[in-house]
């Protein structure tokens, strides 16, 4: 290992001006006039990969942006990691609040700052790199294999049928994923939960049109006030969720897995501030962090009836809309947890109205045991490089594509990602830490070789 | 008054040709394109009170449209009516729908068909006719003086003003309107009471930006979730507003005031069928005419917040909001109302939320004591006309204008109006039925006289 870490030390500069080049292609899937920026970034892919040295690489056509597939067999005996990344990057607007081009990358203050510095092209770049290190110093360990997509900020829209058609060639032990945060400088951590995703929009009727509200109001159920009331029902004085049953797939952490968690560093009055809250709120019994990364939640997305315009006018909306979405955490399964909210939400409507309930997207929480193999390399790895063990950290948001992998291609995936909140991934002046991009590559390094190990002892 | 009436008789073809000229006339009132036709049929309602016998009648401008005033006095010691209408009619939109030209009065099926036949173009008409009626046959038993506006149909914004500077002109004993209906055909009826109206609009924030659902659900109180729960509680399960104090000034209507008021014809399926409602609902205790007539109501008008597009964005937003309104009876004071709803509102929100109420607009609601003279002669002369007594009714809807009239005059109206609910005013294809047209002339006839009468014998 001590050889590929010397490669790393000796090839800070030219590793930076090759992502620099990377960065230069605009390649933002959401923009349409990017089209051939998404087609020649992806060349850009397969052409790194080749380079790092693995034996084979291919641009695969889908019905959206390619995805780049490479691959370094050393050993079918070996065990094999699958790397997942992507070479799409979100829209640079307001383009006017950059200080320097994003798609021109510069070096201030110790950081990268371009679009796509950190999420995901340098986090990404960082895994070519550390396989380019154990290539070419003969210290690979493992089989690697690497799948880049371009359509992770618009959904991933055509990754879940191309696993599908590729279950065979994407074989593997494990994934890795560097496409999420530390939780600090001097805080090292694995994102090991993720919450799943459950989205309805309901629609209450009440008259057949829009009516005066002075002829009509007491008489006549109103949609707003009907759904407001079904809303506020969903959720109990404890911030509970009333829905029957919806509590009852919930896994929940051991007493030793909460007590880790709560070592998270947390500044409640700063996490205030950052939002402009007087202060935080929801289910008894639990810390902001537990409620936003081990419980699930209930939240109105949008909200809309009637009149919306200046000043007034008095009528008796005919309709009235909700968006509600509710966070969901192991075990809970979406599909399952619509059925229920229908039920309950129409078990609710007074008979003077009538509702309707649409599902409009789902998705599966994700969980990684922190006794799996991976997780337990990732740690060592984390800890041989930040001299620290890294603190399990489950995460409020949804990576639809992690419990996919898990769905279609039974492998759980380690989140080891190594940017930072300050980088502003998604907003203008984008960029990621040098020091964390050189430390990731590190412990990709080590994380690889640990990682063989253990599963080469857990073989003998 | 048999002269009066013999004289009606005898110009029912004149009377119509006449109207018909002003039923000509495009004054649309919310069209700034119609401004020249507001002064020209400003002009006509001069000329044609001069025309039916008034002493003098003068266009009078206000910051809006003119106000036209006419008045004949007989005699100081005689008791006075004052008599309001509007010249202003709703636009025609969509013309398409109309059947004939809506500024070119045609009769067919026994109706005048044109914008303002009834409203108010044509019950405004009546009151000339019976006044000429009166004061060329030698009949006329009382002064009479008239006010007919122009902005009816966009809120009289001119008209409180104008009132205020003509207190010592108006003065007289009451104030006799046509612009209300009639139950139906068979039943007379005089509307008695006018709900008020109390318009707030309500603002709740949370972060100070939209937030990521995922990442921070169930942390943070929710604006939506939050408005959705205080709209829910200030209503309770038997349909009673919940604001402490709401209810104080209601003033009860006495048994027999609610004996007589039941008599009013309703068809509960035929009122549900027209709306497209399963079932009616409301306040416990109260039939659906009372639930719109003598009871106050809280209705939200409208409703907004977050992402209310295609599909699903999962936002958790910073701000939600309302547009309440509550319909009022008599006591209630709307601004002591808003001033209740405001400090209920406030008092209900939780610490996790700020919470901003606006008071956006507001009338009082009025009610004509049946025992009033000016009720009991109008009841008479609806008697001698239609056979029958007619009904009090207590109407949902407000007309800001008439407790305008009690505050700055001190005047209480008489709502005698000849409309039917068929007559589709403010809907393409307006009509006013010639029958209801020629009885209601007769009508003010008889009320004149029978109002004189009392007047006279309650000075002796």
Redesign the interface.
């Known amino acids: 290992m001590k050889a590929a870490l010397s490669y790393i030390e000796q090839h800070r500069e030219p590793f930076l001006q090759e992502l620099f080049e990377w960065l230069r292609i605009p390649s933002i899937s959401a923009e349409p006039t990017h089209a051939t920026d998404m087609k020649r970034c992806a060349e850009w892919v397969q052409q790194a990969l080749l380079k790092a040295g693995l034996d084979r690489a291919e641009v695969m056509p889908t019905n959206g942006n390619p995805i780049v597939y490479g691959e370094k067999i050393i050993d079918p005996q070996r065990p094999t990691v699958l790397i997942y990344g992507h070479y799409d990057v979100m829209p640079v607007d307001p383009r006017e609040a950059w200080l320097s081009d994003p798609f021109e990358p510069e070096i201030r203050h110790g950081r990268i700052w371009a679009r796509g510095a950190n999420d995901d092209k340098g986090q990404s770049f960082m895994h070519l790199k550390a396989a380019e290190a154990m290539i070419r110093t003969g210290q690979l360990p493992c089989n690697l294999k690497f799948m880049i997509e371009g359509e992770e900020e618009i959904g991933s829209a055509s990754l879940e049928r191309w696993c599908q058609e590729q279950t065979e060639r994407l074989a593997a032990d494990l994934i890795l994923v560097s496409d999420t945060s530390l939780l600090g400088w001097e805080t090292p951590s694995i994102t090991c939960g993720l919450?799943g995703?459950c989205?309805m929009?309901v629609e209450v009727t009440?008259?057949?049109?829009d009516?005066?509200?002075?002829?009509?109001?007491?008489?006549?159920?109103?949609p707003?006030?009907v759904?407001?009331?079904l809303?506020?029902?969903l959720?109990d004085e404890q911030?509970r969720i009333t829905i029957p049953g919806f509590y009852d797939g919930v896994r929940d952490l051991t007493p030793q897995e909460r007590a880790l968690f709560a070592q998270a560093p947390f500044d409640e009055s700063a996490y205030r501030a950052s939002?402009?809250?007087?202060?935080?709120?929801?289910?008894t019994g639990y810390s902001?962090?537990e409620?936003?990364g081990i419980?699930?939640?209930?939240?109105?997305?949008?909200?809309?009836?009637?009149?919306?315009?200046e000043?007034?006018?008095?009528?008796?909306?005919s309709k009235?809309?909700?968006?509600i979405?509710m966070?969901l955490v192991p075990n809970q399964d979406f599909q399952y947890i619509a059925t229920l909210f229908e039920h309950h939400f129409r078990a609710l409507a007074?008979?003077?109205v009538?509702v309707q309930v649409r599902f409009?997207?789902g998705g599966m929480p994700y969980v990684c045991p922190t006794d799996l193999p991976g997780y337990r390399a990732a740690a060592e790895a984390m800890r041989q490089t930040f001299g620290r063990d890294p603190l399990p950290f489950y995460?409020?948001?949804?990576i639809p594509i992690i419990s996919t992998f898990e769905k279609v291609l039974g492998l759980r995936s380690i989140l080891m990602g190594f940017g930072l909140g300050e980088d502003a991934i998604h907003s203008p002046n984008e960029s990621f830490a040098l020091q964390n991009f050189y430390r990731g590559i590190e412990t990709i390094v080590r994380f690889h070789s640990l990682y063989a190990q253990t599963m080469q002892s857990l073989q003998a």
């Open positions: 919450r995703l989205y929009e009440g008259p057949d049109k009516l005066h509200s002075g002829l009509y109001g007491g008489a006549v159920a109103n707003a006030n759904l407001s009331h809303i506020a029902s959720t911030g939002i402009g809250i007087p202060t935080t709120s929801g289910e902001t962090l409620r936003t419980r699930p939640s209930l939240d109105v997305n949008g909200l809309w009836s009637g009149y919306t315009g000043g007034s006018k008095t009528v008796i909306p009235a809309f909700a968006k979405s966070r007074p008979d003077s009538t409009l997207h995460s409020g948001g949804s």
